[in-house]
């Protein structure tokens, strides 16, 4: 899956990534690289919303996931099961979010797991960055269930 792909089936399947103008500039099989601009996701202050940085970076790792069962060729669902934000610095223009499985070693068991049993949780971070400088980490698990 190609970055105009993946940006594509956001816009069909999660509209909000629409709205907010989320585009994809980066999709490899240990990182998905999202972008986002300021205008569509401003908040009173003139900086970028949190919710709208909390979101792009659960996108990124999301699709992190969603990339690495596509090109498994698994169907399956992905939901989100617990997440943390940490905000480390006001976000003034447009951002990144770039994901990253939090610990690779587990990807085998976790794949493992998944063929098994049909059903495996994994653990995604991301890293939000403005003007080369990080300015928030998002920790996330996400649940994958095979489809029937």
């Known amino acids: ?5 993946l ?12 709205v907010m103008q989320v585009s994809v500039i980066g999709v490899r099989e240990d990182g998905v690289t999202l972008r986002a601009p300021l205008a569509p996701n401003i908040n009173h202050t003139s900086t970028i919303f949190g919710g709208s940085a909390s979101a792009v970076a ?14 498994a060729g698994i169907a399956c669902s992905i939901v989100i099961q617990r997440n943390s934000m940490a905000y480390e610095k006001p976000i ?3 951002f990144t ?3 990253s499985i939090t610990e690779p070693a587990l990807l085998a068991l976790f794949m493992r797991t998944l063929l098994r ?10 890293l939000l960055e403005y003007e080369g400088k990080i300015v928030g980490k998002f920790e996330g698990d996400f649940v994958v269930t095979k489809a029937n």
Do not use: C, D, F, T
């Open 97 to 99: 979010a770039r994901s």
């Open 117 to 126: 049993r049909g059903r495996a949780r994994i653990s995604v971070s991301s």
């Open 7 to 18: 940006e594509q089936y956001l816009y069909e399947h999660i509209p909000l990534s629409l």
């Open 58 to 71: 659960i996108l990124s790792a999301w699709s992190l996931v969603h990339v690495y069962m596509k090109n």
């Open 92 to 94: 003034y223009g447009s």
């Open 1 to 5: 899956m190609n970055e105009l792909e």
